[in-house]
């Protein structure tokens, strides 16, 4: 029998249950929440395996950026995943990790994101059975009337977690360009730095040397980035 490595962990937004499959994350979920043993037995199924509680890298390196997150010092994840579901569900928690930190989408957003407008009801029963919270960000997505629909940790988890993102958003791109060169990772993932003298885009935290103001153009995403041929940095690797 398989074996998936647990950890619990107490948090300021309330108890997760980790697990890890053969070096990646599989689980990250409210130990408490109402689909606990739902979801713990479709891991258990898919993997064929069992819970054992044990630490690992994977676990330890979770703990390190959800704290980070929660403390607003940390934008998005660079942990190794691993979704076990259906070939839909995880067409749905692929278009979720698209949706930007601090933005919201609806139901219906995430249905056109995969190609099939008329499976709302479908993609939110796929929202709901996510098994890796944070990292793949189900907490974004909103009703179409733009109330906040139910969500495994809570409600109110779940509007102080938007809250605490759309406080944490860059302000500007004067403001980008002063953060940038300080080498802190808190914004990684969340706009990219190109440069017009080089042709390079960067991660904010790039260390390499900063460029003159006048040759900056900042980008949402590196998929933009590289439309406008920029290539990616060899340093930071973005």
């Known amino acids: 029998m398989n074996q998936i490595n647990v950890q619990y962990y107490k948090t300021k937004i309330g108890e997760l249950i980790q697990g890890s499959y ?13 689909m606990r ?55 749905v928690w ?5 949706v930007p930190y601090g933005k919201t989408n609806t139901y219906l957003d995430l249905a056109k994101t995969i190609n099939n407008e008329k499976s709302v009801r479908a993609v939110a029963s796929a929202n709901g059975a996510n098994s890796i919270a944070l990292i793949i960000p189900c907490h974004r997505i909103i009703g179409s009337d733009g109330e906040l629909v139910g969500y495994g940790g809570g409600i109110q988890v779940k509007k102080r977690l938007l809250k605490l993102e759309q406080n944490n958003q860059p302000q500007g791109d004067d403001w980008k360009y002063n953060f940038i060169g300080n080498r802190s990772v808190k914004y990684d993932g969340l706009f990219f730095t190109a440069v017009k003298t080089t042709g390079v885009f960067c991660k904010p935290s790039c260390r390499a040397r900063k460029p003159n103001r006048e040759n900056v153009i900042f980008y949402d995403t590196k998929e933009v980035a590289v439309k406008n041929r920029f290539r990616a940095c060899k340093i930071c690797k973005p």
């Not at 479709?42 to 676990?59: I, M, P, S, T, Y």
């Not at 692929?94 to 698209?98: D, I, P, T, W």
């Open 22 to 34: 053969s070096g990646k994350l599989c689980l990250l979920d409210f130990r408490y929440r109402r």
């Open 37 to 91: 043993t739902t979801v713990d037995n479709r891991l258990k199924k898919g993997l064929n395996a069992e819970f054992v509680e044990q630490n690992d890298d994977v676990l330890s390196q979770t703990r390190v950026q959800l704290d980070e997150y929660i403390n607003g010092d940390r934008t998005c994840f660079d942990i190794p995943t691993l979704m076990v579901g259906t070939e839909f569900q995880k067409d």
């Open 94 to 98: 692929v278009a979720l990790m698209h």
